[in-house]
């Protein structure tokens, strides 16, 4: 089993950045994929980003990319997301997710993780 959990988020005024932490503890996570995800109220879970276990390079939603940077430290078993230029609409709880990486493929998709952290809410004021 892995646990994950978030930490990071918070209330921001638009334009600004926040970095948020994912924290892995029961398994080593160097053969894990992970992810972000977003879910606002109403809306369904949204793909922001995801980095494979080499920790090469990450790939993003099309709605976020240039504002987003993934990366990880396997060694801390952490992984974070810089979200620069926030915008009110960033506004949703934030996910981290992991998976075992079985293949070279890049994990876009809810359904592809096995594990979730419970979510850091991040609010951007206008």
């Known amino acids: 089993q892995v646990q994950l959990v978030e930490s990071g988020g918070g209330l921001v005024q638009a334009g600004g950045s926040l970095r948020l932490s994912c924290a892995a503890s029961g398994r080593a996570l160097s053969s894990y994929a992970m992810g972000w995800f977003r879910q606002a109220p109403g809306k369904e879970r949204e793909f922001g980003g995801t980095i494979r276990w080499i920790g090469d390079s990450p790939r993003y939603a099309d709605s976020v990319k240039g504002r987003l940077t993934n990366s990880r430290e396997n060694a801390k078993n952490t992984m974070y997301l810089q979200i620069n230029s926030l915008k009110p609409e960033d506004t949703a709880v934030y996910f981290c997710?992991?998976?075992?990486?079985?293949?070279?493929?890049?994990?876009?998709?809810?359904?592809?993780?096995?594990?979730w952290g419970q979510g850091t809410q991040v609010t951007v004021s206008s």
């Open positions: 997710a992991a998976t075992y990486q079985g293949s070279t493929v890049y994990y876009t998709a809810p359904e592809q993780y096995d594990y």
